[in-house]
């Protein structure tokens, strides 16, 4: 078990440009969660799959924001567009089926620091 | 809209002190669960501690254990015989049901030799 696993941990880009950020949950876990978070915030909810189907979206996720999880294992979150306000700390999480669903308990990824110049 | 509360942004304690974390939440919902998660500097958010609120008991794990007020929607994190070691962010949590956890701006908590 090597935990949640985000690449890059860092990303530098130029305002207008497109990044993706990948994550993979721990095997096995069907539930992967996506939050942001800012300096001096706690995380907040973006986007969450059980398996391939994306549940649900956060109206913080507009529409230049875009997260996939094709076979139900990693996911993807590209952002179109960057705007220096989307700099930010982007973290992954997943939960496991069963007792670990039912207690709703989110292994945390190190995450993607995003930072738009 | 349910929300969480941390008027704490930082606390301090002395090693193998006892330090209290405050935490309020806001919520409608009868059926709930809370958290204390710990984001060390430049590394991943761990669970340290998880409160069903339909139980009355309060959670212990080790040196954490928490004081979970229903009525008065208050879940404060009691940190015994500090340690170096626990120097971190903390952030009170809360999510109905399985569901997305709604996060609190996080006490930085320093512990001094």
């Known amino acids: 078990d090597t935990g949640v696993s985000q690449d890059p941990r860092h990303k530098i880009t130029k305002r207008g440009q497109n990044v993706t950020f990948r994550c993979d949950p721990i095997?096995?876990?069907?539930?992967l969660y996506w939050y942001r978070q800012t300096l001096g915030q706690g995380p907040e909810f973006l986007t969450y799959?059980?398996?391939?189907?994306?549940?649900?979206k956060s109206r913080l996720l507009s529409d230049r924001f875009s997260a996939e999880r094709p076979k139900g294992s990693f996911s993807t979150l590209e952002i179109q567009r960057t705007e220096q306000g989307d700099s930010a700390m982007y973290l992954c999480?997943?939960?496991?089926?069963?007792?670990?669903?039912?207690?709703?308990?989110?292994?945390f990824g190190a995450g993607t620091r995003l930072s738009v110049l | 809209a349910q929300t969480v509360t941390q008027s704490q942004p930082e606390m301090s304690v002395q090693e193998a002190e006892t330090v209290t974390l405050s935490c309020t939440y806001d919520?409608?919902?009868?059926?709930?669960?809370l958290f204390w998660y710990k984001q060390p500097p430049s590394r991943q958010m761990i669970l340290v501690i998880r409160?069903?609120?339909?139980?009355?008991q309060n959670a212990t794990e080790n040196r954490f254990s928490v004081n979970f007020q229903k009525a008065a929607k208050s879940f404060s994190l009691k940190i015994s015989d500090s340690q170096l070691g626990d120097a971190a962010m903390y952030f009170c949590?809360?999510?109905?049901?399985?569901?997305?956890?709604?996060f609190g701006t996080g006490t930085r908590l320093q512990v001094f030799p």
């Open positions: 999480a997943s939960t496991p089926p069963g007792e670990g669903l039912a207690k709703n308990i989110q292994y």
């Open positions: 095997s096995e876990h069907n539930r």
């Open positions: 799959f059980q398996n391939e189907a994306q549940l649900e």
């Open positions: 919520t409608s919902e009868s059926d709930y669960y």
């Open positions: 409160q069903e609120a339909y139980k009355q």
């Open positions: 949590a809360y999510s109905a049901n399985t569901d997305k956890l709604i």
